[in-house]
C-alpha cells in the first residue's frame, strides 16, 4: 500500500515555509505628545483653580454649619440715677455737721493740733509732681480703651501715578459683645476708605469693618473680630467706662483729654469744664456741647475723662466757634449713650428732621403759648416737611403719647422705628389763637449701613 504524502515527515517538511516577523516601534510623534501634555497640565490647573474657589466659597458655608458663631450679646448701659454724680453741695458736709462730729470725735486739743499741723504746711514741688504722676496714671489706664484708626485709600497723582493714602483718627472701645470688639469713631475720615486698620494700646493691629453709621452726629461704630487678636492683646485692651455728663452742674470740674488732642495720637492735656449749658443744634436730637480751657488742634479727637477715668465727652473739633478756636470741645456722653446701644446693636434710628426746644414756663403763663415742643426749623426733605411740620408749631402729643418738653419728643423718638407711621399733634398760631392740627407722619431712618 502506498504511503500518504502526509506521512512523509520530509515532504512535510520540505513544503513548509518559515515565516519571519520583527515588531518595529511606532516613531514618537513629538507635537502630538507635547499637546496632550499641554491640554494636561491646562485641566490640571483649571481644576486647581475651580476646587480652590469652591474651597473658598463653600468654606464659609461648613464653618458656620459645623461651628456656628454665638450670637453677639445686646449692647446696654445702665440708665443713670441722679445719685451717678454728687452735686457741688454733696462735695462738701454740711458745717454743722462737721462741728459736731469733731465736738464728738476729737478733743480740743487735737483739733487744735491738726489745724495747726495743716495751717504750717506747705506744699513742694514734689507734691506737685506725685498730683500730675496721679493724674497721668488715670490717662494712662483709660487709654487701654483708645484705639488709632487708620484709613487707607489708592489715589493719583498729577502724573496719573498710583498710590495709598492714609488718615488717622482716635476711636473709643465702647463694647464688647463676645465676639467682637466695637469700636466709636467719627466716619468722616473713613467713608472712602478702602481698608481700616486699628491699632490697640500695646500697638498689635488688625482690621476692622464699619457696623452702623449715624448721619446726624456723623459718629459710627466700627467691628474687630477678637479672635484675630492675640490672648495678651484682648487681657491688655479694655472696654471704656462711661460716665455722665449730665450732672447738675459739671462746669469747673477737673478733665483729662487723651486720644489725640493735639493731633498726635497718646497726647494727653489736662484742664476743667468750662461750659456745659450749650446744645448742638442737630436735628432730632438734644446733644449737650462740653467746652474746656485745654489746647488742642483743629483735627484733634478722642474722649474727655473726669478723675476717676470715665468718658464724660466725645471730643468734636467741628463743633468750635470763631470765639473758641483750637479750644477742646466735645459731646456730652450721658445724652450719646442711646445712640451708642443702637449703633452697637445694629439698629436702625427713625429720622423727624426737626430742630427744637422746649416752650419755658413763663413763657407759657405770660403769653398764653401751649406747653411742648416748640419746632423752631424743619429740615428739607424730611419726614417731618413732607407731613406739613412747621417752624413755630408746637408738638403736644405723639399719638396718644402727651408731649410737654423736647427732650420728651426726642426720647419717644427713640423708641421709634424707621418706617413707622405716626399721628403727631401740634398746635399752630392762628390770628387769634392756636389750632389744634394732626399730622401723619411716615418716618425714614437716620443711620447709613
Not at 506737685?128 to 489706664?141: G, Q, R, T
Request: charged share 20%; hydrophobic share 40%; glycine share 6%.
Amino acid at each position: 500500500m502506498p504511503l500518504n504524502q502526509e506521512d512523509n515527515p520530509k515532504d512535510n517538511l520540505a513544503n513548509t515555509a518559515f515565516i519571519s516577523e520583527k515588531i518595529k516601534q511606532r516613531p514618537i510623534n513629538r507635537k502630538k505628545l507635547l499637546r496632550r501634555t499641554i491640554i494636561t497640565i491646562s485641566l490640571a490647573v483649571i481644576f486647581g483653580i475651580v476646587a480652590c474657589f469652591t474651597f473658598l466659597l463653600l468654606q464659609p458655608v461648613f464653618s458656620d454649619t459645623l461651628y456656628p458663631e454665638k450670637e453677639p450679646e445686646v449692647i446696654s448701659f445702665p440708665e443713670e440715677t441722679a445719685s451717678d454724680e454728687l452735686t457741688p453741695e454733696e462735695m462738701f458736709a454740711d458745717d454743722n455737721e462737721i462741728a459736731a462730729s469733731e465736738a464728738m470725735n476729737l478733743e480740743a486739743t487735737q483739733k487744735d493740733q491738726i489745724d495747726a499741723a495743716l495751717a504750717s504746711y506747705a506744699f513742694s514741688s514734689s507734691d506737685y509732681s506725685k498730683i500730675m504722676s496721679s493724674l497721668k496714671a488715670v490717662a494712662s489706664e483709660a487709654g487701654r480703651s483708645m484705639v488709632k484708626i487708620t484709613a487707607v485709600s489708592s489715589d493719583t497723582n498729577w502724573f496719573s501715578s498710583s498710590y495709598e493714602s492714609s488718615g488717622t483718627t482716635s476711636g473709643l472701645i465702647v463694647a464688647d459683645s463676645g465676639n467682637y470688639l466695637y469700636i466709636l469713631s467719627f466716619y468722616e475720615g473713613l467713608k472712602d476708605a478702602e481698608s481700616i486698620e486699628v491699632s490697640f494700646c500695646d500697638n498689635a493691629k488688625a482690621q476692622a469693618q464699619v457696623k452702623l453709621v449715624d448721619s446726624i452726629t456723623g459718629l459710627c461704630i466700627l467691628n474687630v473680630r477678637k479672635s484675630v487678636l492675640s490672648a495678651d492683646t484682648r487681657n491688655r485692651v479694655t472696654v471704656a467706662s462711661l460716665g455722665s455728663s449730665n450732672s447738675n452742674s459739671i462746669t469747673g470740674l477737673p478733665v483729662i483729654a487723651i486720644g489725640s488732642p493735639i493731633g498726635v495720637h497718646g497726647s494727653i492735656s489736662y484742664g476743667i469744664v468750662t461750659s456745659e449749658k450749650s446744645t448742638i443744634d442737630l436735628p432730632d436730637t438734644s446733644y449737650k456741647l462740653l467746652t474746656t480751657d485745654i489746647y488742642g488742634n483743629s483735627s484733634g479727637s478722642g474722649v474727655l475723662i473726669n478723675l476717676n477715668g470715665q468718658v464724660v465727652g466725645i471730643i468734636d473739633m467741628s463743633k468750635q466757634t470763631g470765639e473758641l478756636s483750637n479750644i477742646i470741645c466735645a459731646i456730652g456722653v450721658t445724652e450719646l449713650k442711646a445712640l451708642i446701644e443702637d449703633l452697637s446693636n445694629n439698629r436702625n434710628r427713625a429720622y423727624l428732621g426737626v430742630h427744637g426746644a422746649t416752650v419755658p414756663q413763663e413763657i407759657q403763663t405770660s403769653q398764653n403759648v401751649p406747653a411742648g415742643a416748640y419746632i423752631s426749623m424743619t429740615e428739607m426733605g424730611s419726614p417731618a416737611m413732607k407731613a406739613g411740620i412747621q417752624s413755630g408749631d408746637i408738638v403736644t402729643a405723639i399719638g396718644d403719647t402727651d408731649i410737654t418738653s423736647y427732650e420728651q419728643l426726642i426720647n419717644k423718638l427713640a423708641g421709634l422705628r424707621p418706617d413707622d407711621v405716626i399721628s403727631i399733634t401740634v398746635m399752630r398760631q392762628a390770628p387769634i389763637d392756636y389750632i389744634d392740627m394732626e399730622l401723619e407722619v411716615t418716618l425714614e431712618k437716620s443711620t447709613i449701613d
